[in-house]
């Protein structure tokens, strides 16, 4: 089993839809976690942390399941401008290793 | 002010020849990161810094990669005998603290085509 896992898509989904993505981990000592976007052949960046209280920035809601060992992201009203790569992130310290993992990320392409 | 840059952005090497990958992180930033990246894939950890400690390269695929931060600030990621599998794009990050709860920001990278 992958550290990290993703479903890749890609999720083409219409304008103003509600999209939910999930990401599994299988280190249950993980800490910290976090949801990047990337832009194709650009760099990631953050898009939020995911707290165990779960958090919400505006359309963006993230939240965290450790008895499942999952985080979700859901979008809500999609916009074209969120047509992008979105990288889940797992920290396992303090496992003793400073290694981010990330997913192989997950394709969203909303469409006009 | 000025976010982490990378140079070259791109590199074309034959196979056999060594190269050399800059990464200038944010000023201040204690710790840096090098992740490989393949195309199709999520970045994948190479090494940490914690500002000239090396403190982990467990993600180093072989001997002959070789990264270092001599002063804390500038690091280089140096790839000896280049290969065809280590065609990438090479990712550099900085955080402002140290250890895994910070936010990570990333340059560029250099995307390095290995013939």
């Known amino acids: 089993r992958k550290e990290v896992e993703q479903d890749p898509g890609p999720f083409n989904v219409p304008e103003g839809a509600t999209v939910a993505f999930n990401c599994t981990y299988s280190n249950s000592a993980s800490q910290s976690f976090f949801w990047y976007r990337q832009d194709c052949r650009k760099e990631p960046k953050l898009l939020m942390s995911v707290y165990s209280s779960g958090n919400e920035d505006g359309r963006f809601t993230a939240q965290l399941n450790r008895a499942s060992q999952y985080i979700s992201l859901l979008i809500r009203d999609s916009k074209l401008s969120d047509s992008a790569t979105y990288l889940c992130?797992?920290?396992?310290?303090?496992?003793?290793?400073?290694?981010?993992?990330f997913g192989t990320g997950t394709r969203l392409k909303v469409l006009a | 002010g000025a976010g982490v840059s990378q140079s070259p952005r791109y590199k074309v090497a034959k196979r056999g020849q060594d190269v050399a990958l800059r990464c200038d992180p944010i000023?201040?930033?204690?710790?840096l990161f090098w992740y490989q990246q393949a195309l199709g894939q999520g970045p994948e950890f190479l090494t940490y810094f914690q500002n000239e400690a090396q403190l982990d390269k467990s993600g180093l695929p072989s001997d002959r990669f070789f990264a270092e931060r001599p002063e804390g600030s500038v690091s280089t990621l140096k790839i000896q005998r280049t290969q065809q599998e280590d065609s990438a794009v090479y990712l550099c990050a900085s955080s402002p603290g140290a250890g895994g709860y910070n936010e990570q920001f990333f340059g560029p990278g250099t995307r390095l085509t290995v013939l």
């Open positions: 992130v797992v920290n396992p310290f303090p496992s003793g290793t400073y290694k981010y993992i």
């Open positions: 000023s201040g930033h204690v710790s």
